[in-house]
C-alpha cells in the first residue's frame, strides 16, 4: 500500500520570502501521480499543483513550483513571494495510475507572518 | 461552471441517530469520491463510484456506513447509529475518468457533530 508522509506539522514564512515544504512517499509503482492541495479555513480543498511520475520536468503553476525527486520519493512544494492569502494547510497527495482513491498525507500548517 | 455541492454544510446530531450527507458532483464527471478529514487530520478515503462499475468501498470503517449514487450523478453517504467518533468533515470529489489519474475537485464538506 502507498503511504505519503509530511514530516512538517507547521511552517512559517514571511511575507514575499519563499518557503518549501516536504514530502515524501512510498510506492512500489512506476507510474503515478502526485498532488499538492491547499486548505483554507473555509474547507475547500483546491488544488494547487499536479506532478506526473512519468514527467522528469518538475511542475510549475505561477509562484508553486515542485522538486520531484523520483529515485529519492521526494515532492517538495516551494511558494515563492508568499503571500497572506498563502496561509492554509497544505496536503500532499498519492494518485495511482489506475485513477482511484487519493493517499494524503497528513498536511503542514502553513503560517504566512506580515 | 458550477463546481461541486455539498448538503448540508454542517450537520449536528445525537449519538445512535441516522444522517445523511448529499453530493452533486460537477456535470460530466463519472467519478465520484467519498473522504472523511478528522480534526486535525489529512483525508482518509471511503468509497469510490466510476461510471456503472462496482464501487469500491474498501475505505468504509464499518457497516454502519454505506453510498449509493442514483443516476450516475448525485451520491449521499448515510450514516447509522452514529457515534461520536464520527464526527468529522466529510468531503465529497469528483472527477473525469478518460485515462490514469484524473483531478480530483472537491467540495466544501459537511462538518458532522455527534453529541
Known amino acids: 500500500a502507498q503511504t505519503v508522509t509530511q514530516s512538517q506539522p507547521e511552517m512559517s514564512v514571511q511575507e514575499a520570502e519563499t518557503v518549501t515544504l516536504s514530502c515524501t512517499y512510498d510506492?512500489?509503482?512506476?507510474?503515478?501521480?502526485l498532488f499538492w492541495y491547499k486548505q483554507p479555513p473555509s474547507r475547500q480543498m483546491i488544488l494547487v499543483i499536479r506532478q506526473e511520475a512519468y514527467k522528469q520536468q518538475n511542475a510549475t503553476e505561477n509562484r508553486f513550483s515542485v522538486n520531484f525527486q523520483k529515485a529519492a520519493k521526494s515532492f517538495s512544494l516551494k511558494i515563492s513571494d508568499s503571500q497572506l492569502g498563502d496561509a492554509a494547510m497544505y496536503f500532499c497527495a498519492y494518485g495511482s495510475e489506475y485513477g482511484n482513491k487519493l493517499v494524503f498525507g497528513a498536511g503542514t500548517i502553513l503560517r504566512v507572518k506580515s | 461552471g458550477a463546481g461541486v455541492s455539498q448538503s448540508p454544510s454542517n450537520k449536528v446530531t445525537e449519538k445512535g441517530k441516522d444522517v445523511e450527507l448529499r453530493c452533486d458532483p460537477i456535470?460530466?464527471?463519472?467519478?465520484l469520491y467519498w473522504y472523511r478529514q478528522s480534526l486535525g487530520q489529512g483525508l482518509e478515503f471511503l468509497i469510490y463510484?466510476?461510471?456503472?462499475?462496482?464501487?469500491?468501498k474498501s475505505g468504509l470503517p464499518s457497516d454502519r456506513f454505506s453510498a449509493e449514487r442514483t443516476g450516475g450523478s448525485v451520491s449521499t453517504l448515510t450514516i447509522q447509529r452514529t457515534q461520536q467518533e464520527d464526527s468529522a468533515v466529510y468531503l465529497c470529489?469528483?472527477?473525469?475518468?478518460?485515462?490514469?489519474?484524473?483531478?480530483?475537485?472537491f467540495g466544501p464538506g459537511t462538518r458532522l457533530l455527534v453529541l
Open positions: 456535470s460530466g464527471h463519472t467519478a
Open positions: 463510484f466510476q461510471g456503472n462499475s462496482a464501487p469500491d
Open positions: 470529489a469528483s472527477s473525469l475518468w478518460l485515462a490514469g489519474q484524473e483531478t480530483q475537485y
Open positions: 510506492t512500489s509503482e512506476s507510474d503515478y501521480y
